[in-house]
């Protein structure tokens, strides 16, 4: 069943590329997919949703938010079974409930049905989310990783576009509950992206390093030659395969493998890099972007002011921008690094939003300056997009499939994508009551995390820019410590390897 084809070299690496962007466009297109339509009298009036009333808010958020209770449920369930199955399987099992969760929300009449269709396809999607960065890391040269994951970001934002434009074309013949199709259409169209991924899946083989964890060690090296064929030297590529192996072996005798080890502070620092990376995930959630994400409609017109026509072209443009700007990190993110993204652009992010708490202030107390203050708030949506998505997300995939230990890299990776969809769920749920409640307040909610975010950085997180991901764990552990104790396990292994040939 799992038999691929005889990819090589560049081909093999732009076939996983397209099978990691096509995941991550799929984050984009689900993210955007409700917030262009959430309000439209199609929607509420196949529901029967007043968004007028405190009920009728709260229920809309219930819809939207609940399809991160699944995503998290579904990263959960691959932290446990996920390092078993491996990343392609994983993949595909993430791709067929995704499917199956787009034919329920397309075919729903009800609430309840509803909530269950996004709980659904939610599962799937925390899947793929939780593999796919994992199987470009693992996939992807140390020297170019980083440009590796913009483009996957590139195509996650231009999900959320396509998926806005999409949203508001449709909303011009909107008119009630009469007129479903306009969101049942756009809801189905995911299905597009998710069955190319099914046949890729069948045409990669599965990653070295997966392999080397799990003693196919023969099959590892014959990958790492398929992968760099026509670009190294046979002994260079068996010089990587043995680092590969040594490093497996270095983290099987610290035990960075197991559920418990995932918090003990060991010879790797094991506890230490899954904080790292759940922690970048979190971050990023409670910075506040899928506030604008989800509900820039509703943004536009609750906070500005503005009318519906107007919100979904404004909704369009600003996640157009989000597309546009996803493509500046391709030239930064190699070449300055991880963590001087990170700085900068958060502390853009909290100037911001206190800026915005003044600006959304004059807009909902009709003063003399309300006309202008709204388009400025409204510039400053477009500033915080853009400093998010050089700074924020062009990091927030890769790093922690780059810090992780080896043995760890599955559990940790979806426990921190886990992480991710709790707190997306935490500020999808909040926003609609939050703006509705207690207005321009929010932001500043937003201004003081983000603010908090970068002296932990700062102080915490190291560069990991142009490392071979079997280095990042000399960042961490003393080298004398280290080269001991592959020593050690050097002599296991050649006895277990002894054994089995007699």
Request: glycine share 8%; charged share 15%.
């Amino acid at each position: 069943m799992f038999t691929a084809l005889h990819l090589e070299g560049s081909a093999l690496l732009a076939t996983v590329t397209t099978l990691t962007c096509l995941g991550f466009l799929l984050i984009g297109f689900d993210n955007g997919l409700m917030g262009g339509f959430v309000n439209s009298p199609a929607f509420t009036g196949t529901f029967g949703i007043d968004t007028k009333t405190d009920a009728g808010t709260n229920l809309i958020a219930i819809i939207v938010a609940i399809y991160e209770i699944g995503a998290f449920l579904g990263a959960v369930t691959t932290s446990i079974i996920g390092e078993g199955l491996g990343r392609r399987k994983s993949i595909l099992i993430g791709v067929i409930i995704m499917i199956i969760g787009a034919i329920l929300q397309a075919t729903a009449y009800h609430v309840a049905h509803m909530i269950v269709a996004r709980i659904v396809s939610g599962i799937g999607m925390g899947f793929i989310n939780s593999t796919v960065p994992v199987l470009q890391a693992e996939f992807s040269p140390k020297a170019t990783r980083g440009r590796y994951v913009c483009a996957q970001l590139s195509t996650l934002n231009f999900g959320i576009m396509l998926v806005y434009w999409i949203d508001y074309a449709f909303s011009t013949i909107s008119k009630g509950p009469e007129t479903s199709y306009v969101w049942r259409i756009p809801t189905i169209l995911q299905c597009i992206f998710l069955i190319p991924m099914i046949v890729i899946v069948f045409l990669i083989p599965e990653t070295p390093r997966w392999l080397a964890a799990h003693d196919r060690n023969e099959e590892c090296l014959e990958v790492l030659r398929r992968m760099h064929r026509h670009k190294m030297d046979d002994q260079t590529i068996k010089a990587e395969h043995e680092l590969i192996v040594r490093t497996v072996a270095l983290e099987t005798a610290a035990g960075a493998g197991s559920w418990t080890d995932l918090f003990r502070s060991d010879v790797v620092h094991t506890r230490r890099r899954f904080l790292i990376a759940c922690g970048i995930q979190i971050f990023q959630q409670l910075g506040g972007i899928n506030a604008l994400i989800y509900y820039a409609n509703t943004l536009f017109q609750s906070s500005l002011g503005f009318d519906a026509n107007l919100s979904g072209l404004m909704a369009g443009f600003l996640n157009t921008w989000f597309f546009l700007a996803s493509f500046i990190p391709w030239f930064l993110i190699d070449r300055i690094g991880r963590r001087p993204l990170l700085l900068s652009m958060i502390s853009v992010m909290a100037a911001v939003m206190v800026v915005q708490c003044g600006l959304i202030y004059q807009v909902q107390h009709n003063t003399a300056i309300a006309k202008s203050a709204g388009a400025g708030a409204a510039a400053m949506l477009f500033i915080f997009q853009g400093a998010f998505t050089i700074g924020f997300q062009a990091t927030v995939w890769v790093y922690p499939s780059e810090i992780l230990p080896l043995k760890a890299r599955q559990k940790g990776s979806s426990i921190s994508t886990a992480a991710n969809w709790i707190c997306n769920f935490i500020i999808v749920y909040i926003t609609p009551p939050a703006i509705r409640n207690i207005g321009w307040r929010t932001y500043i909610i937003f201004a003081v995390l983000n603010a908090t975010w970068v002296p932990i950085i700062y102080l915490f997180f190291p560069e990991t820019k142009g490392m071979a991901l079997e280095d990042v764990d000399k960042i961490f552990g003393n080298d004398e410590v280290i080269e001991a104790m592959l020593a050690e396990k050097h002599v296991e292994i050649e006895e277990v390897e002894d054994h089995r040939k007699g």
